[in-house]
């Protein structure tokens, strides 16, 4: 079974300014895809708690997926991908791209994202926007591929044969 780690990224849920809807939404399409939820946090715009939870979820909990949502646009609180890139040691910018281009085909604004995908050992760490609608959008987009994804990090001898080349003549 996959285990998702979900990390909601504000300071202001945090602080309960306001209720973190993006996280639950992730939580709502993780566990309808059948996926467990090992894990399920709100922190702070703040770099160290955020590299502390990419650590401990990568390498104690070993969960398969990580899950962020917030923190990745423009606005100086907006630390998300800085912090994952101090965590991740291989960047999977087809996830990020593709869920770019989706967006841009709704909104201009979704060139404005920065979000981070990138693997640490074993686990996969995806940055989603903050916005509950962006975040439905891009999970959405990349869901498809991330058993696959999960599959070859895993190193399961089966996920190879999908890359096997055919010609069209075969």
Known sequence: ????????????????VYEDVSGRLIREMVEAA?????????????????IEFLLDWSDEARFDLVLTTGGTGFAPR?????????????????????????????????????????????????????SPKAVRENLEVIMPVLPHAIELLRGSPDAEAGHEFRRHSE
């Not at 939820?37 to 955020?50: K, L, R």
Request: net charge negative; proline share 6%; charged share 15%.
């Open 1 to 16: 079974m996959t285990t998702v780690g979900i990390l909601s990224i504000s300071t202001r849920a945090y602080h309960g």
């Open 34 to 50: 059948g996926w467990q939820v090992g894990a399920y946090e709100v922190v702070p715009d703040e770099m160290q708690q955020i």
């Open 78 to 130: 907006d630390i998300t991908p800085e912090a994952t890139r101090v965590v991740i040691g291989r960047e999977a910018p087809g996830l990020a791209e593709a869920m770019r281009a989706a967006g841009l085909a709704k909104t201009p604004h979704a060139m404005l994202s920065r979000a981070v995908c990138g693997i640490r050992e074993h686990t996969l760490i995806v940055n989603l926007p903050g």
